[in-house]
C-alpha cells in the first residue's frame, strides 16, 4: 500500500547528536516524564512550539554616563540661574544671550556623546546570550 505525503511527513528519520551532563540529562528525562511523553517527542515540542527567549547583557561605562550626568547637572543649573535672572526682571544683555547660545551648544555636544554612546550599545554592546 503506498503511503500518504502527510505519513512520510511525519516520518522522524533524521538523527541529531546532543551531548549533556548527568543532571540536564535528568532534568529532560524527568520533564519528558511529567509531560508522558518520550525524550524525542519532548525535545521536538520544546523545538517546533516553544518560543525562544532571547536575553541581553547590558554593558555601560559608568564613569562616562557619570560625567555626562554631571554635565548635564551643570548645564541644568546654569539655565536655571538664567531662567531665575530673567523671572524676577532681570534685563536682558549681551552676556546674558551669550550664556544662553553657550549652554545651548554644550547641550548639543552632549547629545551627540549620548547618541554616539547608544549606538555603541546598539552595535557592540547588546550581547545574546
Known amino acids: 500500500m503506498k503511503k500518504t505525503r502527510n505519513k512520510i511527513d511525519l516520518e522522524h528519520t533524521r538523527i541529531i547528536s546532543l551531548r549533556l551532563t548527568n543532571y540536564e540529562l535528568d532534568f529532560l528525562d524527568s520533564n519528558a516524564e511529567k509531560m508522558h511523553y518520550t525524550r524525542s517527542e519532548y525535545l521536538r515540542e520544546l523545538i517546533l512550539n516553544r518560543p525562544i527567549e532571547y536575553k541581553y547583557e547590558i554593558v555601560a561605562d559608568i564613569n562616562e554616563l557619570k560625567i555626562l550626568t554631571t554635565e548635564f547637572g551643570r548645564i541644568g543649573n546654569n539655565l536655571n540661574q538664567i531662567a531665575k535672572y530673567f523671572n524676577t526682571g532681570g534685563n536682558r544683555s549681551l552676556a546674558m544671550e551669550d550664556e544662553i547660545h553657550e549652554c545651548i551648544h554644550q547641550l548639543f ?21
Request: charged share 45%; hydrophobic share 35%.
Open 109 to 129: 555636544i552632549l547629545r551627540k556623546q549620548v547618541l554616539r554612546m547608544a549606538g555603541d550599545f546598539n552595535e557592540t554592546r547588546c550581547k545574546r546570550r
